[in-house]
């Protein structure tokens, strides 16, 4: 099993930037791929960056790149998600997830681990 744990969130103007971390502990030499989903209300889940455990190699979703970066801290098995000039529309739960293989990054419904999530609110 693997265990993930959100912080970071919080409410912000527009303009702001946040650092959101997702802590992994238990089984983390069997994670592939880490990832970041959001869910605004009312809205379905949506895939916004993931990062491949070993190699380092990134995705974005295409609407994300440029705004949102993902990194990760190997000695403390911790992946950051950066959200630069954050937007009233960027309001969601962001969610951490993990997952042994290391394909198809973007599909939520291949992740095997979820955080709780953390609220980011973003006022206008």
């Known amino acids: 099993q693997v265990q993930l744990v959100e912080s970071g969130g919080g409410l912000v103007q527009a303009g702001d930037s946040l650092r959101l971390s997702c802590a992994a502990s238990?089984?983390?030499?069997?994670?592939?791929?880490m990832g970041w989903f959001r869910q605004a209300p009312g809205k379905e889940r949506e895939f916004v960056a993931a990062?491949?455990?070993?190699?380092?190699?990134?995705y974005y979703a295409d609407s994300m790149e440029g705004r949102f970066n993902i990194s990760k801290d190997m000695m403390k098995n911790t992946v950051y998600l950066q959200v630069n000039s954050l937007k009233p529309e960027d309001t969601a739960v962001y969610y951490c997830?993990?997952?042994?293989?290391?394909?198809?990054?973007?599909?939520?419904?291949?992740?095997?681990?979820w955080g709780q999530g953390t609220q980011v609110t973003v006022s206008s």
């Open positions: 990062f491949l455990w070993s190699a380092g190699t990134t």
């Open positions: 997830a993990a997952k042994s293989t290391i394909g198809r990054q973007t599909a939520s419904n291949e992740y095997q681990y």
């Open positions: 238990g089984r983390t030499f069997s994670i592939g791929s």
